[in-house]
């Protein structure tokens, strides 16, 4: 009888432990659960710093034509209202072209690592006999190809003072030179001789 010993004393421990109320038919289908219990309500808790670093941050050909297309000339405007000086001028458009070059950078890089990384799918998927995905992934290379070929192109420009990158150059140079007009224009012009 020693055998069977364990189920008398999981019997003698339950006899220790409280009981749980038991809850009629009638009785669950009259509980109300409010809706908060399965439904957050108001905004989300996640705090910027917990979303930027939940989203992966690609530093694709995207980011490199948002810098040139971004208005520089405002900020051109501005800074010659703040100081204008002609060495700011030139110590500005210095520091949009570093800008540029750093942003460059950063684009050329995601590129190569992005290149790598493909050719290694290619690899151990020709491996796995995968053509259909093989033959998608080697499309994809070409893309970034492309793109790191238009990067480097641009580069080049940057730094020859041409194509795409000057744009930002003579945007910022029109800004600052209105911030000077506009200067010249309030404090000799306006006054009444």
Not at 118 to 130: A, F, K, L, P, Q
Request: hydrophobic share 35%; no cysteine; charged share 25%.
């Amino acid at each position: 009888m020693g055998i069977f010993n364990f189920l008398n004393n999981r019997n003698r421990d339950n006899a220790n432990q409280p009981h749980l109320p038991v809850i009629s038919q009638s009785e669950q289908s009259s509980i109300d659960i409010p809706e908060s219990v399965f439904i957050q309500n108001g905004h989300s808790t996640i705090s910027k710093n917990e979303l930027t670093s939940l989203q992966e941050i690609d530093n694709n050909i995207n980011v490199l034509f948002s810098f040139l297309d971004r208005n520089h000339e405002s900020k051109g405007y501005d800074d010659a209202i703040v100081n204008p000086d002609a060495n700011h001028l030139a110590q500005n458009l210095e520091a949009l072209k570093n800008e540029l070059i750093r942003t460059v950078n950063k684009v050329k890089t995601f590129y190569e690592d992005f290149i790598k990384e493909i050719n290694y799918h290619i690899d151990s998927r020709s491996r796995s006999g995968m053509v259909d995905t093989v033959e998608e992934l080697k499309m994809k290379r070409e893309i970034a190809e492309s793109h790191i070929k238009k990067v480097l192109e641009i580069e080049v420009d940057a730094h020859n003072n041409t194509g795409d990158s000057q744009g930002i150059l003579i945007s910022y140079t029109r800004g600052f030179r209105n911030g000077l007009a506009a200067i010249s224009h309030h404090a000799v012009l306006k006054r009444k001789l």
